[in-house]
């Protein structure tokens, strides 16, 4: 297991203020930043693309930037998103005609390539790709909203990858995302996740530094 990362989700933030409320919670600690991007279409909710990615680099965003791709069809924006500056692509399996060809895509793109199972989306394809990830992301809530309550039975999932990833020896990273608190983050970690995102836990606190180092302390 890696050291642990914790990567607000900026969907949480303040949209009018969205560089300096980023800037803000790397500053008070955070490692990564967890861009939510969503097409109304895949998912029932419009966030932001490309064009907002770049404008933090621009901002001075120097942080990885972590890009969980909640859009159908995925092939054609990864370009896109690493031209703009992301570090990690991650996209849905079943938004994808051919999960290895995108994984492939997004290595050649130059970014780091990571897949997404949903609360009710089986593990099957894993086997056969797991060596080519450098992140696994399970979903603890079903896409498309911040603020949604922590479904349990993520943990038995991220137990299953955990043993995956251990028992072959490889560097990949176990992300979870949605209804991420310090009060439910160290159950979390003993389940096996390395990575976690947290977006209104984090920026709907009133101490972004005080929030993360709970959540640090939780995890142990
Ligand atoms: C949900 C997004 C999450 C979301 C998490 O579709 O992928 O990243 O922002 O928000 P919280 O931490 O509020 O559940
Ligand atoms: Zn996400």
Same mark, same amino acid.
């Given at each position: 297991?890696?050291?642990?990362?914790?990567?607000?989700?900026?969907?949480?933030?303040?949209?009018?203020?969205?560089?300096?409320?980023?800037?803000?919670?790397?500053?008070?600690?955070?490692?990564?930043?967890?861009?939510?991007?969503?097409? +109304?279409?895949?998912?029932?909710?419009?966030?932001?693309?490309?064009?907002?990615?770049?404008?933090?680099?621009?901002?001075?965003?120097?942080?990885?930037?972590? !890009?969980?791709?909640?859009?159908?069809?995925?092939?054609?924006?990864?370009?896109?998103?690493?031209?703009?500056?992301?570090?990690?692509?991650?996209?849905?399996?079943?938004?994808?005609?051919?999960?290895?060809?995108?994984?492939?895509?997004?290595?050649?793109?130059?970014?780091?390539?990571?897949? !997404?199972? +949903?609360?009710?989306?089986?593990?099957?394809?894993?086997?056969?790709?797991?060596?080519?990830?450098?992140? !696994?992301?399970?979903?603890?809530?079903?896409?498309?909203?911040?603020?949604?309550?922590?479904?349990?039975?993520?943990?038995?999932?991220?137990?299953?990858?955990?043993?995956?990833?251990?028992?072959?020896?490889?560097?990949?990273?176990?992300?979870?995302?949605?209804?991420?608190?310090?009060?439910?983050?160290?159950?979390?970690?003993?389940?096996?996740?390395?990575?976690?995102?947290?977006?209104?836990?984090?920026?709907?606190?009133?101490?972004?530094?005080?929030?993360?180092?709970?959540?640090?302390?939780?995890?142990?």
């Amino acid at each position: 297991k890696q050291s642990p990362i914790i990567a607000p989700s900026i969907l949480a933030a303040d949209f009018a203020r969205l560089g300096e409320d980023t800037a803000a919670a790397l500053a008070a600690g955070a490692d990564w930043v967890h861009f939510d991007v969503m097409d +109304n279409h895949y998912v029932p909710n419009l966030t932001m693309g490309p064009m907002a990615l770049s404008a933090l680099r621009k901002y001075g965003i120097a942080a990885p930037i972590d !890009v969980h791709l909640m859009v159908k069809p995925v092939d054609r924006i990864v370009p896109d998103f690493a031209k703009a500056g992301a570090t990690l692509v991650s996209f849905h399996p079943e938004a994808s005609e051919h999960v290895d060809r995108t994984i492939g895509l997004i290595k050649d793109s130059g970014c780091q390539a990571g897949l !997404v199972f +949903n609360p009710a989306t089986s593990l099957d394809c894993l086997d056969y790709v797991l060596d080519k990830l450098d992140l !696994v992301l399970i979903m603890s809530v079903n896409p498309g909203f911040g603020g949604q309550k922590f479904i349990p039975m993520a943990l038995e999932k991220l137990r299953r990858v955990r043993r995956m990833i251990d028992e072959r020896g490889l560097p990949v990273r176990l992300e979870v995302d949605g209804g991420v608190t310090a009060e439910n983050i160290g159950a979390i970690a003993a389940a096996g996740a390395d990575t976690f995102v947290a977006g209104s836990a984090i920026f709907h606190a009133k101490d972004y530094r005080a929030e993360i180092a709970a959540m640090r302390a939780a995890i142990g």
